[in-house]
């Protein structure tokens, strides 16, 4: 690249195309006259052309000079509109971003992270792919994305963890389930029941695992769900309970709906850890660190009532040593 012309050099001859005189484009430069006959010599060997026929009165351009300044004032041009862009944003974001989301969060919480976001930095373009989390992670460490939205904990690797919030777990039953007329429900109440869950690479299934260890519940051999709708469904089929995510039962369940029920246990409702992974050494850390920052706005303006902030920021060991127990 180092036998490119310069765009100094490119705006030296524009200026001289110009002006059509020497002296009046060194002028407009601030540079020498001679250091303008040098540059534009320069340009010249470069090309291997002729640009100007130098006359007494004025310059002018040649065939290969009009051409050359066609291409020169298109770079220039792109030149200039790549400082401006970065320029207008200010102290915003800007760019392309590709974000890697969880099926069980991203369709729940990011349109309105995605509207805030589109509202304070309009020229941060955002890709967003959504997928398990296991394999949300494996392509971060490929570099095919750049920051992911997952449960936490994510396994080892090289990874540093923007913890973001905890989310309840709630208890959904089919509208039939004798817990819907009872007046209190207790972990020791789910003892013997069969739970439905995830299948895996999910860590909502581990923690759903841990959940039936604790009360005693036994969690459904014969069907691993590939969705949050999907477990739904067969909870309203009374195939088994759920426990799912405060987000998902916000944003799909309603009050009156026909196949489940929302069920309040009388016990610590059970808590995920909700983080944004980079890559450790990554290059922007700091526009993610306001990433995550928008996001938890977010979740105390949009969802105050339903998830707890958390504030720290570290590198994941290999295993959470905050991980949610129920």
């Known amino acids: 690249m180092h036998d490119l012309p310069s765009l100094k050099q490119i705006g030296y001859f ?17 540079i020498s006259q001679p250091s303008m006959s040098v540059q534009l010599s320069n340009l ?6 002729k640009l100007v026929e130098r006359g007494r009165a004025k310059v002018v351009l040649t065939p290969a000079g009009r051409e050359a300044e066609a291409r020169g004032r298109v770079l220039i041009d792109a030149a200039r509109n790549l400082v401006d862009w970065f320029d207008a944003r200010g102290d915003g974001l800007g760019g392309a971003i590709r974000l890697g989301a969880s099926t069980t969060l991203g ?44 449960q936490l904990p994510v396994g080892a690797g090289d990874f540093t963890v923007l913890r973001l919030f905890r989310e309840p777990l ?5 509208r039939d389930h ?29 923690q759903v695992e841990e959940i039936c260890t604790e009360v005693g519940a036994r969690l459904r051999g014969d069907y691993q769900g590939t969705s949050l709708d999907a477990l739904r469904l067969m909870a309203g089929m009374g195939m088994g309970i ?64 339903t998830l707890i902030l958390m504030e720290s920021v570290e590198d994941t060991p290999p295993r959470d040593p905050e991980h949610d127990a129920p």
């Open 242 to 305: 759920a426990f799912l995510p405060a987000l998902y039962v916000r944003s799909e369940i309603r009050e009156g709906d026909l196949d489940v029920q929302v069920v309040r246990l009388e016990r610590p409702r059970p808590l995920r850890s909700v983080g944004l992974v980079t890559r450790s050494g990554t290059e922007g850390s700091e526009v993610y660190a306001r990433i995550a920052s928008l996001i938890q706005a977010v979740a105390r303006s949009v969802f105050g009532g």
């Open 14 to 30: 524009l200026a001289l195309a110009e002006t059509g005189n020497f002296r009046q484009a060194a002028d407009k430069c601030g």
């Open 107 to 150: 369709p729940y919480l990011l349109p309105h992270v995605i509207a805030r976001l589109h509202a304070e930095h309009p020229h941060l373009n955002l890709f967003v792919e959504e997928a398990p989390p296991r394999t949300l992670i494996e392509d971060l460490a490929q570099g095919r994305h750049d920051i992911v939205l997952a």
């Open 44 to 49: 010249e060997k470069r090309l291997k052309v």
């Open 178 to 206: 004798p817990f819907v007329t009872r007046a209190r429900v207790t972990g020791a109440d789910l003892a013997g029941l069969t739970v439905l869950a995830l299948g895996p690479g999910y860590p909502l299934r581990q």
């Open 170 to 174: 709630e208890l959904v039953v089919a």
